[in-house]
């Protein structure tokens, strides 16, 4: 699985880190940012309703 987080979009409202705190940390720029690049399978929908929870969209998940 591949998460990637669009930074142009991204305006760091923190739903994607309140929901997946051990992948995304938004930091001083107000962006997110991944902490782990290749997360686990089992980790696919808590990403996948982070991704959907995005007020912006700017995260997608995709398969590697």
């Not at 995304?24 to 929870?53: G, N, Q, T």
């Amino acid at each position: 699985m591949k998460v990637v987080v669009d930074e142009k979009l991204c305006e760091g409202n923190t739903k994607c880190q309140q929901t997946a705190p051990e992948v995304f940390e938004v930091r001083d720029d107000d962006k997110s940012h991944l902490l782990i690049d290749s997360p686990p399978e089992r980790m696919r929908e808590k990403i996948k309703l982070a991704a959907r929870l995005c007020p912006r969209q700017a995260i997608t998940v995709s398969d590697d």
